[in-house]
């Protein structure tokens, strides 16, 4: 399984980014897809996930301001970030996981200044 996430870049507190996440798998529909993220100085933590029945989950920090979403015909889930935080500046990774093994792509930067 490869992940490759894009959609990274510079934005304004109160702006938005939208990330994306395509995976080179078969079956990608049975996968569940997480967003993780890593800021400087600090440990990697969950951001928001999907299951393989669209079920989704955010970390209290993000609640309400991102959306996770998946397009299964595209092998691609995206990360809409609004109200965008200072807080929110990291680097983002996609994850991938089925029966008990996890994939992980490279990660994207987003930074969050004005």
């Known amino acids: 399984v490869q992940l490759q996430a894009s959609g990274g870049g510079l934005a304004q507190p109160g702006g938005s980014l939208r990330l994306s996440c395509v995976a080179s798998?078969?079956?990608?529909?049975?996968?569940?897809i997480g967003w993780f993220r890593q800021a400087p100085g600090k440990e990697r933590e969950w951001v928001s996930c999907?299951?393989?029945?669209?079920?989704?989950y955010y970390a209290d920090s993000v609640k309400g301001r991102f959306t996770i979403s998946r397009d299964n015909a595209k092998n691609m889930v995206f990360l809409q970030m609004n109200s965008l935080k200072p807080e929110d500046t990291a680097v983002y990774y996609c994850?991938?996981?089925?029966?008990?093994?996890?994939?992980w792509g490279q990660g994207t930067l987003v930074t969050v200044s004005s």
């Open positions: 994850n991938a996981y089925r029966l008990g093994r996890n994939y």
């Open positions: 798998v078969s079956n990608f529909d049975y996968y569940a």
């Open positions: 999907i299951s393989s029945s669209d079920s989704t």
